[in-house]
């Protein structure tokens, strides 16, 4: 059989980077990647569990091209739904296998000589703390920014969330790793890193230095040539001032923090299990508006989980109101298996939770129209990440990560660059300037 590979991600960027390991390791190993599924020999489909709709779309993927199996294609189920579905995924899809999660990555290799050799199913679905992190290549898929997992795993119970069942207990990476791969990526010509984790600043470092996130955070920041550092996903209980103290003392460290919410009541949060309060939400927020550096602050909203009321919706739109969101990503209550909520009264009809949702997308929409308006005339540094030649424009974002897009001229080369743009137009998603000075 020949070794090309086709693979296609679902959800966060801690599956991109995910893949981008699983991509480097294939690559390493002498497999060729190909770009449709009709072209490979083995479909890898790396996968998120986080919603229900996302988890469907990945079954539906394997039901659309059951038939390809046939053909003597090998096709893989890895992520966040193999770690939940485990070996039901054969039973659902008998076309597949391979079957593994995101700690078993660096075994891929040995894993595929097993289907080679003859085995009908193959299984990776351990939790191995000394090989969450590491594989040995890694296929980046942009040239200017990086991803660098800092922590796996967690340890909240929220009460509608997977993650501690598809990523397993909170695992650390030592600063002294971080460190390394982050002065090899500025050495490489990367300028940003995203710090990844899915509860990013729950980080503790396991070595005998014992950082916390704020202080590897800060460190981070002084690795010589990297203009940008970005971190997410913050969890509100363990977001602490230091973190804040550190955006204000190093430019290097994006002026963006996300920061999930999920419902702006407190009677909600506790039915969710999140451990704070909205006072205690909010506490962190005026640490932020109250900062040297001007914080763009963005955040996730659950609308009809189980038990929420008319008023605690309002409360949530209260919230929206008054911390005034530069963005959010607004979801409707997923049902998903093993979680507390699953068996809770209340359940919110599927309608309503539709209405509940428009709602705020509606308010969010209005807020950012009138912050992204605050912003013409401001002059902001902007990473060029493409270009959008129907339109003529350059692709980039801020530090506060905004798209702000401007006019390109033919023949020119700008991607990677940093390069100062006033704001002369805004709507409610991206901004649109034109450039100031020649290229830094």
């Given at each position: 059989?020949q ?60 039901d ?11 096709f ?64 980046r ?26 990523r ?48 590897l ?12 550092v ?46 704070y ?43 929206l109101?008054e ?22 009264p ?7 939770k ?38 003529g ?48």
């Open positions: 059989m070794k090309t590979f086709y693979i296609e991600t679902f959800g966060c960027q801690m599956n991109a980077h995910d893949s981008e390991k699983v991509v480097g390791t294939l690559l390493a190993t002498g497999y060729s990647q190909v770009e449709t599924v009709e072209e490979a020999n083995y479909v890898f489909y790396n996968t998120c569990s986080i919603r229900d709709k996302a988890e469907q779309k990945v079954f539906h993927r394997l659309t091209f059951k038939k390809a199996a046939g053909g003597g294609k090998v893989a189920v890895l992520g966040c739904v193999a770690q939940q579905e485990g070996e039901k995924i054969f039973a659902k899809a008998p076309h597949v296998s391979l079957v593994a999660g995101s700690a078993s990555y660096t075994k891929l290799p040995q894993m595929l000589v097993q289907l080679e050799a003859g085995n009908r199913r193959v299984t990776g679905l351990s939790f191995d703390t000394d090989e969450a992190f590491d594989t040995p290549y890694t296929r898929d942009n040239p200017h920014r990086a991803y660098l997992t800092i922590i796996e795993g967690c340890d909240k119970s929220c009460a509608y969330c997977v993650v501690p069942f598809t397993g207990p909170e695992r650390s990476r030592t600063s002294q790793s971080v460190l390394e791969e982050g002065r090899r990526l500025a050495a490489d010509g990367y300028t940003e890193i995203q710090l990844l984790g899915q509860n990013v600043n729950s980080y503790r470092d396991p070595s005998p230095v014992g950082w916390d996130f704020a202080t955070l800060s460190k981070v920041g002084e690795i010589p040539g990297m203009r940008r970005r971190f997410t996903t913050s969890h509100p209980r363990d977001f602490v001032k230091p973190i804040i103290d550190a955006i204000d003392e190093n430019p290097n460290l994006c002026n963006h923090v996300h920061l999930p919410v999920q419902s702006g009541s407190t009677r909600v949060l506790a039915a969710m299990q999140r451990l309060t909205r006072d205690q939400y909010m506490q962190r927020i005026e640490w932020m508006k109250n900062a040297r550096r001007p914080i763009a602050i963005t955040t996730d909203i659950i609308v009809g989980f189980p038990g929420e009321t008319e008023t605690d919706f309002e409360d949530t739109l209260k919230l109101d911390v005034r969101y530069d963005s959010l990503f607004a979801f409707k209550y997923s049902v998903r298996p093993n979680t507390a909520a699953l068996t809770m209340g359940q919110i009809p599927e309608e309503e539709t209405r509940r949702i428009q709602i705020v997308l509606e308010r969010q929409r209005a807020i950012q129209i009138r912050l992204n308006s605050d912003l013409i005339g401001n002059v902001e540094e902007v990473l060029v990440e493409g270009q959008n030649k129907a339109l424009q350059w692709i980039g974002r801020t530090s506060q990560h905004r798209p702000l897009n401007f006019a390109s001229q033919p023949g020119e080369s700008l991607l990677g660059t940093y390069l100062p743009v006033r704001v002369t137009r805004a709507g409610p998603n991206s901004l649109v300037g034109e450039r100031v000075t020649p290229v830094v």
